[in-house]
């Protein structure tokens, strides 16, 4: 809790909220099919200025060559922006020749402009479009070219838990911060979740009646039970995760309260 990370979405109506962080706050923007990785790189930008610590998604399939990177990756530098996060991404079909983040973080670290950090995602309950195998065969690859992973969201601690201990088992040693939804209303939990491919973990959501409570009704949803059962493991020496990254959906102003104020008791 010293030093989370925030997930936003590349919308300039998020800015309000962000300026009210403390200064190098972590503040990661998702890649957008819709806007382009354009959006992605602007909001960055504005948030740098705002003396945030800003991360963009790239995303390989809107990469349209290879001078289009050196020209993102250039202009990231000339914002003082040096950590990265490569993704695939969702554009069908892809606009230029990166199929896959494996393709894109080689053609970084080809161009001479890889950052100080790139971080790559993990999947402690598997990918709907890709088999696990496959999945374990990339993050092998993957890991030379990164600096840490983070995990797609989740709402099951030992699920994620197991996830860790399996890449330690397969020779993956890079540290993993925790992906968790932040403190957001149950509707917009469920829409963007749904959508987002994390239908098993809704799935274990809508089998825990406690937590089906809360998502009927008209509480925001918080991740206090998700943090205890995780902490639980890391207690047991179970679970080394490396942080904690929080999925807000442009909730932030209420994850960013919830997580001030849970590290101030901790504190106490």
């Known amino acids: 809790m010293e030093s989370p990370r925030f997930e936003v979405l590349p ?45 963009p998604h ?74 696990d195998e496959r999945l374990w065969t990339a993050l092998d690859a993957k890991r030379e070219h990164a600096d840490y992973a983070v995990s797609q969201l989740c709402f099951d601690a030992t699920v994620v838990c197991r996830f860790l201990r399996d890449m330690h088992d397969h020779g993956v040693r890079l540290p993993v911060m925790v992906g968790l939804a932040g403190t957001v209303d149950p509707a917009t939990l469920l829409r963007i979740g749904s959508r987002i491919g994390v239908g098993d973990s809704l799935a274990f959501l809508r089998k825990n009646r406690s937590m089906v409570r809360t998502l009927a009704g008209p509480r925001r949803y918080r991740p206090s039970r998700f943090l205890a059962e995780l902490d639980a493991h890391v207690a047991d020496g179970g679970c080394a995760p490396a942080g904690l990254h929080f999925y807000t959906f442009n909730r932030l102003t209420p994850t960013a309260e919830w997580v001030a104020e849970v590290a101030a008791r901790h504190v106490e």
């Open 11 to 55: 919308l300039t109506d998020v800015l309000d909220q962000t300026a009210r962080l403390p200064e190098e706050t972590t503040v990661t923007v998702t890649a957008s099919a819709s806007y382009g990785l354009e959006a992605t790189v602007a909001l960055c930008e504005k948030l740098a200025a705002q003396r945030l610590y800003a991360v």
């Open 58 to 131: 790239l995303a390989a399939r809107q990469v349209r060559d290879t001078v289009h990177l050196r020209d993102l990756l250039d202009r990231l530098a000339g914002a003082q922006i040096d950590e990265v996060f490569v993704v695939a991404g969702d554009v069908t079909p892809p606009a230029g020749p990166f199929a896959d983040g494996l393709s894109l973080l080689r053609e970084i670290e080809e161009s001479g402009r890889r950052p100080r950090r790139v971080g790559i995602p993990c999947y402690p309950e598997g990918h709907p479009k890709i088999p």
